[in-house]
């Protein structure tokens, strides 16, 4: 424990000085409204709370920190990712998010092929042998490097892409939209491909991709009547995958009758609200908590918000909570502000699914909404959500950098 507590005072001055030179490039952004440096300056914040109470969640007291292991430990594995991620954001905020639209062509624009590597791994990682079962959820593929072996999750890249693609084909083809046979059913067509293929192994990817596909054909000007039509047959299809499945089946009986299942299916559930509760106001301070020892399962992933409940108390909860509202308002100032179509609308749905899974994320672990596997944005542990949500927030942040263009030719 002394070890952690120092480790967590270097590191927080380590972060501090990193934090510090990473703000500063940012502010070096052509952004005159300073919105792309509030929001990278948000994001960089959760990232350094993801990685200082991964590092808390992930040390084990028979075991402490093994640097012979580096990158089997989820805590080591986290401060590693936490200045590639930032990196990874910068790098695409000097990328045109303009590129990505699909302005020269559909089989002209990186999206169209990103969606389809995405469901070519989606379907690989189906595959015995290929697909890497973790938690009895073969949802990873792995691939050795020799020194060490990287697991990465393709329904993350599917997410990403079908976020973008939709974007893009909303703007370019939105006539297409008010037509059932020649636009919208070929999108929707595409969709349950994505979802199908990941609702097997997936619910709670599959229904927030779904979720976020509705939203943005809505904003993007689809038929309302299209898209409420489909309906009856989705929600068939997601009650279907939830009673196909025992543990599915479980987990929402768990919800609905606590008590009966507290130490089965509600076993999670109920140690997260003893982790929150048990921490009061202030908490037990960093790395002082105990639920973390075998009691808490996927600490330091999708319950990571309940180490910071129970270490830094109501506090530091919603000191999280905060920034989250503090990206989303910010985001939204961005999508006020930018005039051009694919701007706007895709500043709108990368804000919408950072906000929408933060949200369902922290309404699992106070228990408001059943299990389900979602990380944290930013904050949970998971090399795969922290590289590409950091690789859409560069997209964000160039998308400020034009709106700042734009205003600062308007005024002139």
């Not at 989820?74 to 990712?81: E, V």
């Not at 910071?308 to 920034?323: D, F, H, K, Q, Y």
């Amino acid at each position: 424990m002394s070890f952690l507590c120092g480790l967590s005072g270097l590191c927080g001055e380590n972060l501090g000085s990193a934090m510090a030179e990473m703000a500063t490039t940012l502010v070096e952004m052509d952004d005159k409204e300073g919105l792309g440096w509030r929001i990278g300056a948000v994001v960089i914040t959760l990232m350094a709370i993801g990685t200082i109470f991964v590092f808390s969640a992930g040390v084990e007291v028979a075991k402490g920190v093994n640097l012979s292991r580096f990158y089997e430990s989820a805590n080591l594995r986290k401060a590693l990712f936490f200045p590639l991620a930032v990196a990874v954001m910068l790098v695409v905020s000097r990328i045109d998010y303009r590129r990505l639209g699909f302005d020269n062509g559909l089989w002209r624009s990186p999206m169209t092929y990103l969606f389809g590597i995405s469901v070519i791994l989606l379907a690989l990682v189906l595959v015995p042998h290929i697909g890497s079962q973790i938690n009895q959820a073969r949802r990873w593929l792995r691939i050795p490097l020799g020194f060490a072996t990287i697991s990465f999750q393709p329904s993350e890249l599917a997410k990403w892409a079908v976020i973008f693609s939709l974007s893009a084909f909303c703007v370019k083809y939105g006539d297409r939209l008010k037509s059932f046979k020649k636009g919208f059913l070929p999108v929707c067509m595409a969709l349950g491909l994505v979802v199908g293929l990941i609702i097997i192994e997936d619910f709670g990817s599959a229904a927030l991709i779904a979720l976020l596909a509705f939203f943005i054909l809505l904003i993007g000007g689809a038929n309302w009547r299209y898209l409420v039509a489909p309906l009856p047959v989705a929600a068939i299809g997601f009650a279907a995958a939830i009673l196909a499945s025992p543990t599915r089946r479980m987990r929402i009986l768990a919800f609905l009758h606590p008590d009966q299942w507290t130490g089965s299916s509600n076993y999670q559930a109920s140690q997260s609200l003893i982790a929150i509760g048990s921490g009061g106001f202030f908490g037990k301070g960093l790395g002082m908590g105990v639920c973390k020892y075998g009691h808490l399962p996927e600490d330091t992933t999708d319950f990571i918000f309940s180490i910071i409940g129970e270490e830094m108390g109501l506090v530091g909860t919603l000191t999280v909570i905060a920034l989250f509202i503090l990206f989303i308002v910010l985001g939204v100032m961005v999508i006020n502000r930018c005039k051009e179509p694919f701007g706007k609308l895709l500043a709108t749905s990368i804000v919408l699914a950072i906000g929408v899974q933060a949200a369902l994320n922290i309404g699992v672990v106070t228990v408001v909404l059943p299990t389900k596997g979602l990380p944290l944005p930013f904050v949970s542990a998971g090399g795969t959500s922290m590289l590409l949500s950091a690789a859409a927030i560069g997209v964000l942040l160039n998308i400020a950098s034009q709106c700042g263009k734009t205003r600062a030719g308007e005024e002139r």
